[in-house]
């Protein structure tokens, strides 16, 4: 709570300053001098905590330079089998925030907080959606959450409407901050909805279902009409069996399943396996449940959706049924 206090002398002094300086300089000097208070940045930054490299990024977008953002599952890594570390302990403990998916996710969570010894609020960023069943692919009578819910835009526009609401909990004293600067990536989560809904009704309705690691894409596919079929299920926690395999090898065969993906955050030997006896090609690398390294080809939330899209059209309808509509996209590597 030190870093509370140091943040609100300073900006108290800088409400004092305003009005002092305009009585004894020339009002041209005055104003300067009350336009560069009102710039300056609070000395201590608010330390938000994401658990997932996803929300780190939406917590980016919406806390700007106000906000110094960490994360416990970095790139490329898998929340559903995260191990915290000593490390992440101390991340909470000196957190002025924490932002959560929930949807059971981070079911790790909860003993995380409680051995950090952390006070500070924790958001949900999910709160509000409407979440998602899906059944176990084990075990068909057990229902479980779905917890990716970013995976539709309308979705993640929530998620940034809790994070901003979060922050100005947190820190009154940014809120127009937070406000503007939500309401700016709000406007380009627009847009990109829009880009993956011209992109997906691009694919013919007999070339929709395509394969993937684990059951990741059920609120994509209710929002823009792609089927997956995964011989993982919502969870990557336990390897799929030889029937489940064999399965999915089966499905591919008699329904003439055009593409199989494989997950950043997932083994490619399962995936290779299924192309190696199907004779279907791996269409690329999608990233699910976790961004890119930094300078890769998903390093934000917006060019992993944009990413995803353009690998599931290129395999399924070829190059040139959507650059036109996913413009600035990196090449995939
Ligand atoms: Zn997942």
Redesign the pocket.
Known sequence: MAIERTFMTTRRRLLIAGPAAAFFAAPAAAQKNQQENQQEKPQQKIKAVATISILADLVRNAGGDRVDVTTLVGPNS???VYSPTPGDVRKLAGADVIFVNGLG?EGWMTRLVETSGTKAPTVVVSKGIAPRNTEDVRDPARVKID??AWQAVANAEIYVENIRDGLIAVDPAGKSVYDANAAAYLGKLDALQNEVEAAVAKIPADRRTVIIN?D?FRYFSDAYGLTFIAPEG???EAEPSAKDVAKIIMLIRTQKIPAVFLEN?SDPRLMDEIARETGVAIGGKIY??ALSEPGGPAATYIELMRHNVYEFSTALIGREGHTAVIPGRRAPE
Do not use: E, Y
């Open positions: 898998d929340a559903h996710l917890p990716h684990h990741s919502v969870s990557t955050i699910s449940d």
